[in-house]
């Protein structure tokens, strides 16, 4: 039973799968050259963690060791064997992260614009009448002002001097800024 389990796997990463076998759930989603690809990742992944761990092991209990045996610290053939386990593992990852023959091909996926809901519709065309009428009510201010101002200085004495008016009081409230009392 287990040669039978073993002999599926390596002749499902070696790629002497029949066509003819249907891929169940999640698997359906992926090729079954990225499926492959994906469990070459996976197992040359845990080759060089295991590597990594067993290197890093080595070294901290062989550190460990001559430290207490000697009282210093001191490189051993088993700390160089350990840092050759991680160096080793360090190729690994390396080799296997940069492979470009590992990337899974992109899809380009183009998103359509939604057409705007009726909603989205009306709050657009209530926020236009709205600036619309500020804009119309600004214009009407401005002609209004301008009027006043012609009016203002069409009666006005040509003769008057406001300098000549320093002391006398004027008459009437102040609408101004700055109200005088």
Known sequence: MLMNIVNLLVNHLLGKTSAAEATPGIFSMFTRANIRKFAMICAG????????????????????LTSREQQQLMLSQA??????????SALCMLGLFSRKSWR???TQV???PAAPSPVQEAMAD??????????LAREMMLQQYAAEAAAATSTMDPNFDPASMSGVEMGGPRTGPVAYN
Not at 45 to 64: E, N, P, Q, R
Not at 82 to 87: E, T, Y
């Open 45 to 64: 992944l845990s080759f060089a963690m295991i590597l990594f761990f067993g290197g890093f092991f080595t070294v901290l209990l062989d550190l460990i």
């Open 79 to 88: 700390s160089i064997v350990g840092f050759s386990l991680i160096g080793v």
């Open 110 to 112: 183009r998103a359509e």
């Open 104 to 106: 899974m091909p992109q």
């Open 126 to 135: 209530l926020i236009r009448d709205f600036v619309e009428e500020r804009r």
